[in-house]
């Protein structure tokens, strides 16, 4: 690709680290399963905490989602990945020529779609337990 200036290629440049930090940033759901679930557990437990913080000092809550009684953590999981976490590692793979990404992305997703129906809230309270995670 013939570029017009060295402006255009420095703002090329510029827009790959930026897409490349991005992805990074979110790339969670493209880690092999048992180091996506973990973390995902340990980011999920931060919210619960944040959220829980918020409502007992009054503040409006930034991520009511992240409720421990109520939350659905594989659907939320899901969500992430629908909402963010797809489109960049698409758009990332026709790039970068990595297409292991998108595949692990796709299959944790499975992972987590089969785990929302069973879901219950009470395993919220046992987030860091691999008992918890694996049942």
Request: net charge negative; hydrophobic share 35%; aromatic share 10%.
């Amino acid at each position: 690709m013939l570029l017009d200036n060295e402006e255009d290629e420095n703002n090329i440049s510029l827009t790959i680290c930026r897409m490349l930090i991005k992805c990074a940033d979110i790339g969670n759901p493209t880690r092999e399963w048992e180091l996506c679930e973990k973390w995902a557990m340990r980011i999920v437990e931060e919210y619960f905490d944040q959220t829980s913080e918020e409502r007992e000092k009054g503040l409006p809550l930034t991520m009511e989602l992240f409720d421990r009684n109520v939350c659905n953590v594989p659907l939320t999981q899901c969500g992430f990945i629908d909402m963010f976490a797809r489109e960049a590692f698409t758009c990332w793979t026709q790039f970068s020529n990595l297409p292991n990404l998108l595949t692990q992305l796709e299959m944790n997703y499975e992972k987590w779609r089969q785990k929302t129906a069973d879901w219950n809230p009470s395993k919220n309270a046992h987030l860091y337990d691999d008992r918890a995670l694996t049942s």
